[in-house]
Nanobody, 127 residues
Framework: QLQLVESGGGLVQSGGSLRLSCQAS????????IGWFRQAPGKEREGVSC???????VYVDSVKGRFTISRDNAKNTVYLEMNTLKPEDTAVYYC?????????????????????WGQGTQVTVSS
């Protein structure tokens, strides 16, 4: 079974940067769509970004231009580089995976579409 482990969260000042990692085991990520999601206290889980098995990228508007999702197949890892962080970015960040649908090439950032989840990593941005 595919397992995902997030790392890289922490405390950073507003305007700073963090790089989150999602390392997979049990299977190779190149056959999956990978998404990053976040959940702040009292709020619903929100899609942040995703990368398809073919390398197509999707970002939620609030992070577009600041966050970058990427994949390193050799390390079986997906990254989320977060720049110009804002206090509003504070949340627990999760990576998730779903087997690549054969008729789709573009991933979606909807939590209900993903089957495998990591346990999350806390990102706190101070003002």
């Amino acid at each position: 079974q595919l397992q995902l482990v997030e790392s890289g969260g922490g405390l950073v000042q507003s305007g700073g940067s963090l790089r989150l990692s999602c390392q997979a085991s049990g299977s190779t990520l190149d056959s999956y769509f990978i998404g990053w999601f976040r959940q702040a206290p009292g709020k619903e889980r929100e899609g942040v970004s995703c990368i398809s098995s073919g390398g197509n990228l999707v970002y939620v508007d609030s992070v577009k231009g600041r966050f970058t999702i990427s994949r390193d197949n050799a390390k079986n890892t997906v990254y989320l580089e977060m720049n110009t962080l804002k206090p509003e970015d504070t949340a627990v960040y999760y990576c998730a995976a779903v087997g690549a649908p054969p008729l789709y090439s573009l991933c979606m950032i909807l939590p209900s579409e993903y089957d495998f989840w990591g346990q999350g990593t806390q990102v706190t941005v101070s003002s």
